[in-house]
């Protein structure tokens, strides 16, 4: 008698700004999973909230037919705890949460997936929510001894924009970047020539959230490593990124493709170890688990690795660096999602066996 297939849920779409990136991913990772090995079940959810199960691409799957190449919100609308048990009490269940940006990378449905007992993909509450706060995850990178570049953090409603503005170029100079704390895909991001732009730059990203962080210009290659484990991480080889635009922006990376992805970055053998080696501390210092794509600056001809920053659900595209880095390291995309839903079970089994008696 065949074994039970695992089932698979998978979670896209979202409350965020990365709403649409999610779908896509969701549509890329679901036609890779293997059909012998799993029952997948798509849980969108919409920008207002709503969970809804995804009844035509459960039907498309149990057809063999083509999938779209992004997964609509449609189907059944579900309560997410009724739904997220009932399918996991009548099967072996992981769930596998693509929902990039707040409301889904930040530790939210990482805690309530951890409060209903379920097995998921990835990153834990804490480690979810430092690596989406870009300002606190430089602190505990600051505090873990890892290279980074100069930045300053604004609260809105506690810090003086005028205050942190002129500090910011007084200290780091122009131009500078200026990012929303928590967002992801580059959304809100904009590279501030003057003080003009920058007061500008400053009020796009209190858009998305109420802590914004305000880069230095580091003049160096953008490379990422792809790093996959739990107590012991594996690197993949680098890969470096050469933007289309002036920077690595939203457009670049999903709508025109400008940006050209090199694997492996043309690095020495040398750099290329070492970052690698940097990109394992990282990822152990921000207590990732699963997976994560680590982000660096590289300063050939000045302070080396500067660390940008990490990704605990990283794009699953075809076009994104996650996968291609593991491909070219020699695991491909099927298995690579093996190896995340084996990760996810071994962590639920040490989460669930510590003991609950006083």
């Not at 990109?279 to 000045?302: L, N, Q, S």
């Not at 659900?313 to 084996?342: C, E, H, N, Q």
Request: net charge negative.
């Amino acid at each position: 008698m065949a074994s039970p297939l695992l089932r698979l849920i998978v979670l896209y779409g979202g409350v965020s700004a990365e709403h649409d990136v999610s779908r896509v991913t969701a549509a890329h990772v679901i036609a890779a999973a293997d059909p012998a090995k799993y029952e997948v079940r798509p849980i969108g959810i919409a920008k207002d909230g709503t969970w809804v199960r995804n009844d035509k691409v459960i039907a498309a799957l149990a057809e063999g037919t083509e999938l779209p190449g992004e997964l609509e919100i449609a189907g059944t609308a579900v309560e997410p705890l009724a739904e997220l048990r009932r399918q996991s009490d009548d099967a072996i269940g992981v769930v596998l949460p693509l929902l990039h940006g707040p409301h889904g990378e930040d530790g939210t449905i990482q805690g309530m997936l951890e409060l209903f007992g379920l097995p998921y993909v990835g990153a834990g509450v804490l480690s979810s929510a430092v690596c989406m706060d870009k300002a606190m995850a430089k602190v505990v990178a600051a505090q873990a001894g890892i290279p980074q570049c100069r930045w300053l953090e604004f609260r809105d409603g506690v810090d003086d924009p005028r205050t942190i503005a002129f500090r910011a170029i007084e200290e780091m100079g122009l131009p500078l970047f200026v990012k929303p704390a928590n967002m992801g895909s580059s959304v809100g991001i904009t590279k501030a020539h003057d003080a003009a732009e920058l007061d500008a730059a400053i009020n796009l990203a209190l858009r998305y959230d109420d802590v914004v962080v305000i880069e230095e210009m580091v003049d160096g290659r953008e490379v990422e490593v792809a790093v996959l484990g739990n107590a012991l991480p594996e690197t993949s080889v680098p890969g470096e990124i050469m933007p289309g635009s002036e920077f690595y922006d939203y457009e670049d990376k999903y709508i025109t493709g400008a940006a050209k992805l090199v694997i492996p970055a043309p690095l020495s053998a040398q750099a290329a170890a070492d970052v690698r080696e940097l990109a394992a501390k990282v990822f152990t210092a921000m207590r990732c688990a699963g997976m994560a794509r680590v982000d660096f600056f590289y300063e050939e001809f000045g302070r080396g690795w500067l660390l940008n920053e990490v990704n605990t659900i990283p794009g699953f595209t075809p076009g994104s660096m996650y996968p291609k880095l593991w491909d070219a390291t020699g695991l491909p995309y099927p298995d690579l999602i093996d190896r995340l839903v084996t990760l996810a079970l071994e962590s639920h089994r040490r989460r669930t066996g510590f003991s609950t008696e006083h």
